[in-house]
């Protein structure tokens, strides 16, 4: 069997799945599911809505498991602490506008899908680095 190279064309395609993640689940514009949700519940909540939520929950799911035991808990608080610190230095030289509450609401959703993919990729960097794997099950 043999052995996927973990590169930069790798880490890239795991952001641009956790930026479709995130802003299809929500995003300012309203063109997201939490929008589509919040216009359809009035009236009627149908089956396309449903399986567009399952669909999401699972992509959710396979991102959060994988963040979760790639980076436990110390290495997810890090990761936050990064790229907070990375949003309010973009908000402090002006980059990120302090007074546009939308502009603020997409830098964080592009931040968090940021940490996803950070996530997703971590035990392929630190295999990388120092050579240690990550495993779930010895078999």
């Keep these: 069997m043999a052995s996927q190279v973990f590169g930069a ?41 449903i399986l567009a939520g399952v669909v999401l929950a699972i992509g959710w799911t396979v991102f959060i498991r994988a963040a979760r035991q790639s980076l436990g808990l110390v290495g997810f608080v890090l990761t ?3 790229f907070g610190t990375l ?3 973009l908000i402090d030289v002006g980059i ?3 007074d546009s509450v939308s502009a ?11 940490i996803l993919a950070v996530g997703m990729s971590w035990s392929h960097l630190r295999r990388r680095f120092s050579g240690q794997v990550d495993v ?3 078999d």
Excluded: C, E, K
Excluded at 33 to 42: A, D, M, N
């Design 136 to 138: 779930d099950r010895v």
């Design 80 to 82: 936050v602490a990064l």
């Design 104 to 114: 603020i609401a997409y830098a964080v959703l592009v931040l968090f899908a940021g």
């Design 87 to 89: 949003l309010w230095l």
């Design 9 to 49: 064309q790798a880490a890239l395609l795991r952001f641009l799945f956790a930026l479709v993640l995130v802003f299809m689940t929500y995003n300012p514009s309203g063109v997201s599911y939490v929008g589509w949700l919040t216009r359809s519940i009035p009236d009627h909540v149908g089956p396309v809505l």
């Design 96 to 98: 990120v506008p302090r």
